[in-house]
Every structure is written in C-alpha cells, then in structure tokens.
C-alpha cells in the first residue's frame, strides 16, 4: 500500500489489514492523512484545521465526507454548532464548498446559514453530499451539494409550502437518506389548514429531476389496507433508496401496517396486525412488531422486525427476531425463551425490547438481545445466516478479543451497530476495564479488535520505520461502506488526531492483501474548539488512483 501525501494537509490516516493464518497474526497497517493543525489553502491564509465534529462518511468509492472545525484571522466565538462544508471534488487537495455565514443558495431569502451539522450527513456513491443546515427564516434545511453543479441546492425547508400538498406547511425535518445516484429520501412532518386532512409524518422520495414525491404517509388512507386511516408513521429506508415504513391506525394508534416498496415502486403491506402468522404458529396472529434501528440496509429486500404473537385464549403467545420480505414471508432469526442450536440449554433468549436489527444483502440478520447464563440475563450480539444458523458475535462477560489478560466486554453499544452489504458487522463496546474499543465481525464469525483507548499503532505506513502513537479517544460516530472500509475520528495522548479508516482485514481462508485503505480524520474534544468555524469535509479520489484501489484489493 502506498502512503499517499495530500498537499497542505500534513499526515494523512488509512488502515488497511492483511490476512494471514490466524486472527492475532493479522498485520495491520495505518498512515495519517489529514492532520490537525493543517493549513485549508481554499479558505484562505493564516485558516487551519483544528478537527472534526460526529462521525466522517465513507461512500462506496472510498471517498470520505465529513464535518470538522477552523481557526483562522479574525474568527470570532460562534455557537457550538456552528460548521462549515468541503470537499475536493476530486482533486488533491479539499476546498470548502459550504460555510457559516455564507448567503444560503437560492430560492431562499438571503440570510447567512448559521448551524451547519454532520450530525446526519449523508454521503453518496456519486459524490453528493446532503447536510442539515438553519438560517434565521428556515431553522431546518437540507440542502445538497453537486460534484457536477459545484455549488449547494435546496432539497427541502422547513417553515415552507410541503411539496404536493396544496396548503399544507413544512414543519421538520426528521432525518435523510441518499441513494447511490445522489437522490434523497426525506423523513418530514407537514401540517395542512385546519379544515384538510393532511398532517404528520411522511417520507418524500427525489427524482432525478429534483421533484419531491410522496411516498409513504402517516395520515390518510393506507394503501392496502381498506377502510384505515393512519394515524402515524416509523420511517426506514436503505441505500439502494428502497422505503419502507410502519404505519399506525386506530384511536390509540395499537393497529400496525408494514408497508415496503415493491419491485415495481408501488407500495403495499408486509405485514399487519391481526393477520395470520402460519409461519411461527398454525393458530397465531401477529399482535404487534417493532423495526430496527437500522432494519435495511444496502439493496435488502428485508427488514428486520421483532414481532408479537397471539394465540386462542393467549394474547402474548411469544416473540421472535425476524427478517420480513417485501412478499410478506419471513425468516425467524431467534425466538423469545428458547434456546438457540449449539448453545447451552439454559441460555434462552430473555427479551428483544432493546433490539437494533440489520439485514445485509447477503441474508444475514444481525441483531442485539438480552440472553439468559447460569446466573443471569446479559446483552449479547448475534447473527443469523440465510440457513438459519446463529452464531454468537460479542457477549457480555465474554473474552474480549485481541486484548491481553482477562478482560471481557462490560457493554455492547447496540446504536454503533452497523453492517455492510457483505455481512461484516462493525460494533463498539465497553470492556470490564471501563474502557472503549471497536471490533469488527468477519463473514466467517472471526472477531477482530480495529480500534481501543490506550492503544498504541503503528502509523508509518512504510514499515520502514516506526511512528507509534497511543490512541487517547475516538469519537463513537463511525461509517462502514460496502468494501469493507471504516472511517472514524481519532486523536492521539501527543496532541495530534485525524480521520482513520480500516479496511477490516479478510478471514484466513480469503484471499490476502485486500490492497489499499482510504483516508480519514479525527476529532479532537469539542471544548478544545468552542470558539472555532466549523466545516464538513468530503474527499474524492481521483481516477487513476481509484482504478489502481479496485486492481491492487481484487475488488470491483
């Protein structure tokens, strides 16, 4: 792997690992790509980066987006919210495309963008960037950034006309996701006259021409379903940009509707209240279900759901952990107070009320619960394969891996969760230590430690010699692409940090050398910059070395 130098902008960070016989004798391999305390030439001179605010985003390119913060002549203190936007747009170097105080783009009224947030930025295959930003006359924006255009456009504001209700007013934006085309997908709340019909939630779905479409509605008629009207809505969606959400009816809201969108882009129920469930039971009936966190993901045709059962004189006649079909069929992961094959008898499922659940294009359904040992019920990481096998990832009271001694994992964090297209599962936790790492799960069930407080790497890319740092902090906010990279924010006990990124080494029975990592940046605390502009970066490579990442990994 070559170490590539990014003018102005110091060390840059990539992690790439080899696969070799064994978990421990993975080598892995770090450089430093964007140090802190680096000149941002596109701003202009005496302005520096200081670090990075939330998680980076990492396409499926390898290309990194993320927010950060600047010092520079005559910055004044600003709110800590404040931030900025950049990206390189294929050049070497990253030039700010976005920053506090610039004139929001038009149509609307001239007023300075104030809070600019990474919070939930979105990072397209095509090189768009979607960020959340106010001005003083809309407090919630969405705006998107062209690599074509090379300028900002509106997608949606807030305290505006809601796009296809006649009257109806735009009150949030609840969040957003970006299909690989550079299309949004938007989770808002509409508020209609008094006298129409039309409020609450609803997820609008972008054209390529720009057009806001509904396509999904927490109010009005819900298709499929006759004679209901919704009287709320949980939106999902995954990358490939398919939509999916549960819809509430009745008086209390109890009756559910699980409407995906299908093949042919209509929408239609998946599952509902009340229906038959031959597939956990002859006599059940669905009662009740709840979605994942993040219940799609790239391209799934599923979405992972824990569901409830009602039988003849037995209205909580059980649960499970299911990947539900757009066709309405499902696949059970886990059953509520069983115990799964090749586990021990008492180790039983005891509850799925805190689960996050993932499906991965390749069927696999990963997921949290609660999971009885000899003396009590702990937290646990799982997956279940298309067969129906379920391995145990990462369990509390469990041996930590790659760490020394005896420590084991005090604390899953259910919400870092994240999978990638391929099955490989990355997660943070806790360890009886008190303190924080990440670990990454393999196809073949191989846990690996990528990153840990107190940790000292190597970040001499070279092997020629060394430059070890210790990993002081990390931010929790981590991005995982579809080839295996893994972009985070860092900093080290000397005072330098930058965005990392892993490539989460093959299994040993894979091929070696999955070639070349991507670049990254770091954070450091936000007090250290309270008083700083703030900006989000975004990062392209160029052609020529993006053909030669695709040749030197065999991916692609």
């Given at each position: 792997?070559?170490?590539r ?6 060390i ?15 080598v892995r ?7 802190f ?14 670090g ?6 990492i ?28 990206t390189?747009?294929g050049?070497?170097d990253?030039?700010?495309i ?6 929001a ?22 090189g768009d ?9 809309n ?20 305290d505006?006309?809601?796009p ?10 609840v ?23 039309v ?8 054209t ?6 509904p ?5 009005g ?7 209901k009207?919704?009287?709320g809505?949980?939106?999902i ?6 939509v999916?959400?549960?819809v509430?009816?009745?008086?209390t809201?109890?009756?559910?509707v699980?409407?995906m ?6 929408i239609s129920?998946?599952?509902?209240t ?8 002859p006599s ?28 003849p ?8 952990v299911?990947?539900?079909n757009?066709d ?9 107070g069983?115990?799964p ?39 646990g ?5 298309l067969d ?5 990832i990462?369990?509390e009271?469990?041996?930590?891996p ?5 420590l084991?994992?005090?604390d899953?964090?259910?919400l870092?969760?994240?999978?990638n ?12 230590d ?7 799960c ?11 407080v ?17 990993i ?15 972009a985070?924010?860092?900093?080290f006990?000397d005072g330098?940090g930058g965005?990392l990124?892993a490539q989460i ?7 070696m ?8 940046l770091?954070?450091?605390k ?21 053909y ?9």
């Amino acid at each position: 792997m070559q170490l590539r130098n990014i003018p102005g902008w110091g060390i840059a960070i990539a992690l790439a690992a080899v696969a070799s016989a064994g978990d421990a004798d993975r080598v892995r391999t770090y450089e430093i790509a964007i140090d802190f305390g680096s000149p941002v030439p596109s701003l202009g001179e005496g302005f520096n980066l200081l670090g990075g605010e939330y998680g980076p985003r990492i396409n499926n390119h390898g290309r990194i987006a993320f927010s950060g913060a600047v010092d520079g002549p005559g910055v004044v203190s600003l709110p800590p919210n404040s931030q900025v936007v950049m990206t390189d747009s294929g050049n070497p170097d990253f030039e700010v495309i976005a920053r506090n105080r610039d004139t929001a783009p038009p149509p609307l009224r001239p007023f300075p963008l104030e809070a600019i947030t990474g919070q939930r930025m979105a990072f397209a295959d095509s090189g768009d960037v979607h960020f959340r930003v106010s001005t003083t006359a809309n407090p919630n924006l969405l705006l998107r950034w062209s690599p074509g255009d090379q300028q900002s456009s509106v997608v949606l504001a807030s305290d505006s006309p809601a796009p296809a209700f006649d009257g109806a007013e735009l009150t949030e934006i609840v969040t957003s996701w970006t299909n690989p085309a550079g299309s949004a997908l938007v989770w808002a709340r509409v508020v209609g006259p008094p006298e129409s019909s039309v409020g609450g939630d609803v997820i609008y779905a972008e054209t390529p021409s720009g057009e806001l479409i509904p396509r999904i509605k927490g109010f009005g008629p819900i298709p499929g379903v006759p004679d209901k009207i919704a009287t709320g809505l949980t939106a999902i969606a995954n990358k490939a940009g398919s939509v999916a959400g549960v819809v509430r009816y009745g008086s209390t809201g109890s009756g559910q509707v699980l409407l995906m969108e299908q093949a042919d882009s209509s929408i239609s129920p998946a599952l509902r209240t009340g229906q038959a469930a031959e597939w956990f039971h002859p006599s059940a009936t669905v009662r009740s279900f709840g979605i994942g966190r993040q219940a799609m993901h790239a391209g799934s045709e599923d979405v992972g759901v824990v569901v409830g059962f009602a039988m003849p004189g037995d209205d909580d006649a059980g649960a499970v952990v299911a990947a539900v079909n757009r066709d309405g069929t499902a696949r059970i992961a886990a059953t509520l107070g069983e115990a799964p094959a090749g586990f021990e008898p008492y180790e039983a499922f005891t509850s799925f009320f805190r689960s996050v659940i993932n499906v991965s294009d390749s069927g696999d359904t990963v997921f949290t619960a609660d999971i009885s040992t000899e003396t009590r019920s702990v937290q646990g990481l799982f997956r279940s394969s298309l067969d129906g096998t379920l391995e145990r990832i990462a369990q509390e009271g469990q041996i930590a891996p790659g760490l020394s001694g005896d420590l084991t994992f005090r604390d899953i964090d259910e919400l870092s969760l994240q999978v990638n297209a391929a099955g490989q599962v990355v997660f943070g936790a806790t360890t009886s230590d008190q303190e924080e790492g990440i670990w990454a799960c393999d196809s073949d069930g191989s846990v690996l430690l990528l990153v840990r407080v107190g940790m000292t790497i190597d970040v001499d890319p070279s092997r020629a010699a060394e430059d070890l740092r210790t990993i002081q902090n990390f931010s929790p906010y981590f991005d995982l692409n579809d080839r295996g990279q893994f972009a985070m924010h860092v900093y080290f006990d000397d005072g330098t940090g930058g965005v990392l990124v892993a490539q989460i080494p093959a299994p040993p029975s894979a091929i070696m050398g999955l070639g070349s990592a991507a670049l990254c940046l770091t954070r450091r605390k936000r007090e250290r910059y309270s008083a700083a502009r703030y900006l989000i970066l975004v990062h392209h490579d160029d052609a020529a070395r993006e053909y030669a990442y695709d040749r030197d990994s065999h991916i692609g």
